[in-house]
């Protein structure tokens, strides 16, 4: 009996103390909360007002590689590190089928920008995309808004407050009703809309209501001629090829370019090859011709021994790319002396499990204008927590929809929070380095603003990659 008293006895002692410390440990904390079915960090983080990063610093094993949030699991809230001026609050986790307007507030105290900015109230997003889980358009875009939402969550921590309102436009929605809620008309931008049918009713409601109007994806907008209210990031193949031409001049002025018939059929890259040839011969610059069927005797001698030679291809196809590189890996070995560049196409980019290291032996040029480098830091930050909010793995598609969705908001929202309706998206305003997809605006004739940029993803010879941005 004294023995089972003096167990009993030591476990009080023990509970006694284990509770102390909780206690103790808990004191800094605001409380607990007991993760729901389908909760999600960012979710969690608006729900009290916390930025992700402060959430996750009181809870560290969140930050494990793997973790996943699940239900039941006891989370600590701690006290935001800034005040907090919540104008409304709302789960800002993405539904899988969004039917109706839903919204989510980041806001925070802040020291006021430089006039004319948007500093005295939150910045109000409005997002008219399809954002539903019924086929690809639908899903890609619910990853795009995902990346929004992520962008206003990183500026929140700038002291840029954003008030997100979301419409499902889908492709057989009521634009017109859809523009009738009233949050709408108090929008200072909208980001949309994904089909060309749209364009005449928004383009017509974005004007009446002096909102800013971010079309980020490919569709047909003959409104931008004459709508100044209008930001159209897509650039056109015709846009693209005139100006990856226009930079290749300039870049390899001092080279003997080289162009190789691959023999594709279905290569639509004469557009471009023809169009630098034709450049060329206005310049007086000289090039050669070859084939990839030539013998290696015919071949070599369109490369010049005295000068570095910039190879360019008449296909994008990977197939065709590898025919390349053997030939010239092959001739190569009977002429090592040989300095050979390779100019390429954006496609190549989605070639590098394959052709990688050819890349980098052949200081190899892609034009383009995005680039996703899966290696640097901020892309996988942004990776693991888009898997932290959302439980899942961005889309394998070229470029990453929510890396392009982050980049698209954290943009324009600086330059709203910034400039205010003044803001024309010119290089040089902000500063911020883009994660995937650089922007860079300038006017169309009398209307709208067009994105300008290009780069080129160099694959160097020490094996690193470069992006050269052009102005």
């Not at 496609?347 to 640097?376: A, C, G, Q, R």
Request: hydrophobic share 35%; glycine share 6%.
């Amino acid at each position: 009996m004294t023995r089972l008293l003096r167990y009993f006895l030591l476990f009080v002692m023990l509970f006694v103390a284990v509770g102390v410390v909780s206690a103790q440990e808990d004191a800094s904390f605001r409380g607990l909360h007991k993760v729901k079915r389908k909760e999600t960090i960012f979710g969690i983080s608006k729900l009290y007002d916390l930025s992700i990063e402060e959430l996750l610093d009181a809870n560290p094993e969140m930050k494990e590689p793997g973790y996943e949030l699940k239900k039941g699991t006891i989370l600590k809230i701690p006290f935001a590190r800034n005040a907090i001026n919540a104008s409304s609050s709302s789960n800002a986790s993405i539904p899988s089928t969004p039917s109706s307007p839903s919204s989510s507030s980041n806001s925070t105290n802040s020291s006021n920008p430089p006039s004319p900015g948007i500093s005295n109230r939150p910045i109000r997003l409005g997002v008219m995309l399809p954002l539903h889980d019924i086929n690809g358009d639908g899903r890609r875009m619910v990853e795009y808004y995902r990346g929004v939402l992520m962008a206003c969550d990183s500026l929140k921590k700038l002291g840029i407050s954003v008030d997100v309102h979301a419409w499902n436009a889908a492709e057989d929605c009521n634009i017109h009703q859809l523009l009738t809620d009233p949050a709408a008309a108090k929008c200072d931008m909208i980001i949309g809309p994904l089909y060309s049918k749209q364009m005449e009713a928004m383009s017509a409601f974005v004007e009446k209501n002096d909102i800013q109007l971010l079309i980020p994806f490919s569709i047909n907008a003959p409104q931008l001629v004459t709508n100044s209210h209008i930001f159209q990031v897509y650039q056109s193949p015709t846009d693209q090829n005139e100006s990856a031409i226009s930079h290749f001049l300039q870049k390899f002025k001092d080279y003997h370019p080289v162009f190789i018939d691959c023999n594709d059929s279905t290569s639509k890259k004469g557009v471009f090859t023809s169009g630098l040839r034709r450049q060329m011969e206005q310049r007086g610059i000289s090039y050669n011709l070859t084939n990839l069927k030539s013998e290696e005797s015919n071949f070599v001698k369109a490369f010049s021994t005295t000068q570095p030679n910039v190879v360019i291809l008449n296909t994008g196809r990977s197939p065709e790319l590898g025919i390349a590189f053997s030939k010239i890996n092959g001739m190569k070995v009977n002429h090592p002396d040989l300095d050979i560049t390779m100019f390429g196409y954006t496609e190549w980019l989605m070639y590098t499990k394959t052709h990688l290291d050819n890349y980098y032996k052949y200081n190899t040029f892609i034009p383009s204008v995005f680039y996703y480098n899966p290696v640097s830091a901020a892309t996988q930050r942004l990776q693991q927590k888009y898997r932290w909010n959302f439980h899942a793995d961005m889309m394998g598609a070229l470029p990453r929809f929510a890396l392009t969705g982050f980049d698209h908001a954290y943009f324009f929202l600086q330059g709203l929070y910034k400039y205010g309706k003044s803001f024309n998206g010119a290089a040089g305003l902000l500063g911020c380095s883009p994660v995937q997809t650089p922007l860079q605006f300038e006017r169309f004739g009398n209307g709208g603003l067009r994105n300008k940029s290009m780069m080129f993803v160099h694959y160097r010879t020490d094996t690193a990659i470069e992006t050269i941005k052009f102005n």
